[in-house]
């Protein structure tokens, strides 16, 4: 028998404690090729919010179904296995987390990430394979890389700079020489990106017009913006942006549990006028990037020039709270369960 965490009641604007339920039933039977894994690690992101909604946006998974198992990224045990790639006691990522157990067929992703794969053995913490050398990292590698294409003296602004994606991100653009400007949503979490981040210059996006905040903070504008919060800063970036600006965007956080829309950008002719690229993506397309992630990020960690937070919550049963918190952003770097 195996538990796992289903969508109970289709949330209605802020999600609740109360939409989920833990279900336990009976695991199906190997098949050749399966692999049953005992999860160690789940991963809480908000991009799992998306697909609680009645729609989702085009060209993105479908939502989960009243009482369908929800599925995430993890770390676990392999028990027992039918492939001749696996084998008993192999710690692996996969997407079925946020259960206790999993059965696993090799090939199935999020997004082209989290394809069934074994954890190579490090000095590294495991369950930094869900965060600064996995998705997170390379969410944050790729965006500043491929997509923004960073160069020494930029002045770059990372929104939710304290949060997974975003603390590598900012950090990782300010090793690279860049001017680094970021935000987050409370004054603990700006004294933590100015203190122990050494950014630049840091403001919480809660005490005022984000565009006066960003102003403030970068009188002269900003060559690069990091986005995973889209409405208002987005619109606040655009009009900072210097003629040839770039933005990277890898979510719309504000958007995922809103009871209403935000309105999107009215500004958007400045991509015009400006020259401003502006790109979506997702880290599964940039797979071929994680080893180079693996040694820029680890090295920077291990020498202590790059610093990473977790939130981490004990038990299956919590990961409802952890999801909510989560999103309310009452937590710090990135936001784990752990299974015991």
Same mark, same amino acid.
Request: proline share 5%; charged share 20%.
């Given at each position: ?29 190997? *098949? ?7 999860n160690?690690?789940l ?43 696996? #084998?008993?006691g ?8 946020? %259960?206790?157990? *999993?059965?696993?067929?090799?090939g ?23 965060g ?5 990292? @390379?969410t ?7 997509? @923004? ?13 304290a ?14 020489g ?13 004294? #933590? ?12 996006? %809660?005490?005022?017009p ?25 619109v ?16 719309a ?23 401003i690229r502006?790109?979506g993506?997702r *880290? ?19 020498a ?23 999103? #309310? ?12």
């Open positions: 028998m195996g538990r796992t965490l289903c969508l109970r009641s289709r949330p209605s604007g802020e999600l609740a404690v109360g939409d989920f339920e833990v279900t336990e039933s009976k695991l199906p039977a190997l *098949a050749d090729g399966d692999v049953l894994v005992r160690l690690w991963s809480i992101d908000p991009s799992v919010r998306i697909r609680l909604a009645e729609s989702t946006p085009r060209g993105y998974s479908a939502p989960f179904g009243l009482g369908e198992p929800l599925v995430g990224l993890a770390l676990g045990t392999v028990e027992e296995s039918r492939s001749p790639d696996f #084998h008993v192999q710690i692996v990522s996969h997407m079925y987390g946020l %259960r206790d157990f *999993a059965v696993v067929r090799p199935s992703s999020i997004g082209g990430y989290g394809e069934l794969s074994a954890v190579e053995s490090s000095d590294y913490p495991i369950e930094w394979n869900l600064p050398l996995g998705s997170s990292g @390379l944050a590698y790729a965006g500043l890389s491929a997509i @923004l294409e960073i160069q020494p003296g930029d002045v770059v602004w990372v929104s939710a700079a949060g997974a994606v975003g603390s590598i991100a900012a950090q990782l653009a300010s090793l690279r860049c001017t680094v400007i970021g935000s987050a949503g409370s004054d603990a979490k700006v004294a #933590h990106l100015l203190d122990d981040f050494g950014l630049d210059a840091a403001f919480n996006y %809660r005490n005022g984000v565009a006066d905040s960003l102003a403030a903070a970068a009188p002269t504008g900003i060559d690069k913006y990091f986005d995973s919060v889209g409405a208002e800063h987005l606040a970036a655009i009009d900072a942006m210097r003629p040839g600006g770039r933005i990277a965007m890898c979510g956080i504000a958007d995922y549990d809103a009871a209403q829309s935000p309105s999107g950008p009215q500004n958007l002719f400045q991509l015009v006028s400006k020259g502006i790109e993506f *880290a599964g397309s940039f797979n071929h990037l994680a080893p180079a992630m693996r040694e820029e990020v680890g090295s920077h960690l291990e202590g020039r790059m610093t990473f937070a977790e939130t981490v919550f004990d038990g299956l049963e919590q990961a409802p709270q952890a999801m909510v918190d989560m999103l #309310h952003g009452r937590h710090g770097g990135k936001t784990l369960c752990r299974l015991v």
